[in-house]
């Protein structure tokens, strides 16, 4: 029910243009938000440095499909607000509120992995917003409509995991702000399966609205093979009023790593979907049954992967595993 685009991989680290200094043959691009904002596809991408930096490139598109990597990286001035050093920001999820396109990311810091908020009108500037110095935690995504007043993410906690592993998390939480900055924990919403393909999870993209619920794609990691995880893809349908309450989930993965550029590279065996458009909805706001869904997501951590699909084929998939 998804389908690869024949073209994949859509981005490789050939098409990152060189942003001298730090920004020189870079080793890879993965992991991107994505959006339909101001008349254009847009990505926000995750570009790693040979110096193992990341740092976030625009990218924009008539069609979703060949995109234009814009020759700077985004500057978030204000990081030192964090009150740590903040190494790395990463992994981009994109919602639009109003004539804004919010951006929640990943903060690396020492001992605990941060999530933070920016905003942009235009892509070109972009304002942090804040970050989250509260709660060791990552894969955020907000909802792009407030919930009974209050603004909506989901979070995946990160947890202490085995010896030599970093931590992790097999549970999505809603959380709930008004500010965009102190969340409250609302209550657990997914779980991951132990044994199975999602034994660790995480949200994907954004929640999109449906009138099945809101969809939701996530990631999960299978983690009982003795020498590799596996990272796949899968979806859920959450109850519209109460996102807690989980309508229909997939049983299988639906996209797992099957082309070697997705089960070869920096890390191999990965398919994680970061960006998610949908081609229509009605007047209401709720994605349209037929419209096209396109799903950006990385691959090996290695370069960005495209793969497409329709609204009622994702619906039916969760329906399929409920
Ligand atoms: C996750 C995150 C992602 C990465 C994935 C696979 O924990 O760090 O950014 O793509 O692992 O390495």
Partial sequence: MLERFIGNPILTRADIPAMPPRLVDPTSVFNPGAIHFRGRYRLLLRVQARSRETFLVPAESEDGVR???????????GLERAGRPVYHVYDPRLTRH?????????????????????????????????????????????FP??????FLRLERPNRPQGPGEPPSGDEIVLAESDDLLRWTPRGAVLRGRPHYWDERIGSGPPPVKTRAGWLLLYHGVATHFQSVSIYQAGAALLDLADPRRVLARTW??????????????????????????????DAEGFALPDARVLVYYGAADTCVGLATSTVERLVSACREGA
Avoid: K, W
């Fill in 67 to 77: 995109f234009t990597v814009a020759p700077r990286c985004v500057e978030l001035p």
């Fill in 98 to 142: 109003g004539d804004e396109c919010y951006v929640l990311f990943a903060a690396d810091t020492d001992g605990a992995c941060l999530t933070g908020v920016a905003r942009t009108r235009d892509f070109e500037e972009f304002e942090l917003v804040g970050i989250d110095v509260a709660s060791d935690t990552r894969n955020a995504v907000l």
């Fill in 145 to 150: 409509e407030q919930v009974n007043g209050h």
């Fill in 252 to 281: 299988n993965n639906i996209l797992e790593p099957r082309e070697s550029y997705e089960l070869m590279g920096q890390v191999p065996n990965v398919v994680f979907p970061s960006g998610m458009i949908v081609e229509g909805y």
